[in-house]
């Protein structure tokens, strides 16, 4: 079935730094593909999208780029901060599938 | 402003007890889901909804039963709660095909 693998963390990082986390996916067709943050003690929420191959999906300055050849979503930050300290995860849908299989997730604590 | 709640925050029960999570949302959204996330494994879908009336089983379903009689509420059950049930659940609800999910707070769930 479809599945999604991201780096294993937990990510530290010093304030400013530049943030990868990879993500890669396997599946039949053309899924969609998302990256959500969880933050402590929260829900998740969507950071960013991109529904078919070389999209690239941003926000709050964190982007992705929907690379089909090698089936990667990978989640870049060029300065991160404190208060990126979350948990990320990268996930995707089926085509004519509103239902999500997430990665793992990826810790990253960013510190002053 | 439209939101997904869930209830209670926190609950703690003794194995084969009933058990009943609520969740609600404002947004007028068809499409509902539950999910666990327990460390090392993501979150795995439970059981969704696309409409009232309709459940559908997900990757983890065994032990927990759902049902939707109107658009706002999709509880989710356990039936005979067991060790292996202990997590956190979240609720989710979205407009459609490819639409963001928004996620509630979640419930985490200790069985004793």
């Known amino acids: 079935g479809d599945s999604v693998t991201q780096m294993e963390g937990p990510v530290t990082l010093s304030e400013e730094a530049f943030l990868t986390i990879n993500c890669t996916y396997t599946?039949?067709?053309?899924?969609?593909l998302f990256w959500y943050v969880q933050y402590p003690g929260e829900g998740l929420q969507l950071l960013l999208k991109?529904?078919?191959?070389?999209d690239k999906g941003s926000n709050k300055g964190f982007e992705a780029t929907y690379r089909k050849e090698t089936t990667s979503f990978h989640l870049e930050k060029g300065s991160v901060q404190v208060s990126d300290s979350a948990v990320y995860f990268c996930?995707?849908?089926?085509?004519?599938?509103?239902?999500?299989?997430f990665g793992k997730g990826t810790k990253l604590t960013v510190n002053p | 402003d439209a939101e997904i709640t869930q209830s209670p925050r926190h609950k703690i029960t003794e194995t084969g007890r009933q058990v009943t999570l609520a969740c609600h949302q404002t947004?007028?959204?068809?499409?509902m889901f539950w999910y666990r996330q327990d460390l090392g494994h993501g979150l795995r879908l439970i059981h969704y909804?696309?409409?009232?009336?309709?459940?559908n089983k997900g990757e983890v379903s065994d032990g927990y039963s759902v049902s939707r009689s109107n658009t706002e509420d999709l509880p989710l059950t356990l039936e005979s709660a067991a060790s292996s049930q202990t997590s956190v659940y979240f609720c989710?609800?979205?407009?459609?095909?490819?639409?963001?999910?928004?996620f509630g707070p979640g419930t985490r769930l200790t069985v004793l």
């Open positions: 909804s696309y409409g009232v009336q309709d459940t």
């Open positions: 996930a995707l849908t089926q085509g004519g599938s509103e239902k999500l299989v």
């Open positions: 947004w007028n959204h068809n499409n």
């Open positions: 989710a609800s979205s407009a459609g095909y490819d639409n963001e999910q928004f």
């Open positions: 991109a529904t078919k191959a070389d």
């Open positions: 599946a039949t067709g053309y899924p969609s």
